[in-house]
């Protein structure tokens, strides 16, 4: 199955309310990056043991890795989970960029390192996530 119906397959796997913010967002970054790589990660390791939520990624990116190795990655991963919604901004180093800059202006929304989790889609202020989406983005393009 092409990834773009893996995506929709797995929107549709979850309850009314997150399916609806899952797509907000699919056509948010569909319009963000409209030529961007598209991943569907199913959350397993090598050895198929369930080591993460399912994830859908976006754009494309080479991650440094230890030891002086690299691997494709995307720049933007979306992942439901039992609480809600978490964004990943893979391309921010500094741990405190994306909870400083955008943290109180995001809305109702936990802030970490590189993630943004938050109950439903309507807590946030979308311009805000998309400046912050952006930014990310842009991290890993220069």
């Not at 976006?58 to 030891?67: E, F, P, R, S, T």
């Not at 439903?120 to 220069?142: C, Y």
């Amino acid at each position: 199955m092409e990834t773009e119906g893996q995506i929709q397959q797995f929107i549709m796997q979850q309850e009314i309310a997150k399916q609806q913010d899952l797509v907000a967002l699919h056509e948010l970054m569909r319009s963000i990056l409209p030529a961007g790589k598209l991943w569907m990660e199913d959350g397993k390791n090598e050895e198929g043991k369930v080591v993460t939520n399912p994830t859908i990624g976006y754009g494309q990116q080479i991650m440094l890795l230890a030891k002086g190795k690299s691997r494709e990655m995307f720049q933007i991963g979306i992942s439901a989970n039992t609480s809600g919604i978490s964004i990943y901004l893979i391309g921010i180093r500094n741990k405190l960029d994306l909870a400083q800059q955008f943290g109180l202006k995001l809305g109702k929304a936990k802030v970490s390192g590189y993630c943004i989790k938050f109950k439903q889609l309507s807590d946030l202020n979308l311009a805000v996530l998309e400046e912050a989406i952006r930014l990310g983005i842009q991290l890993t393009n220069d």
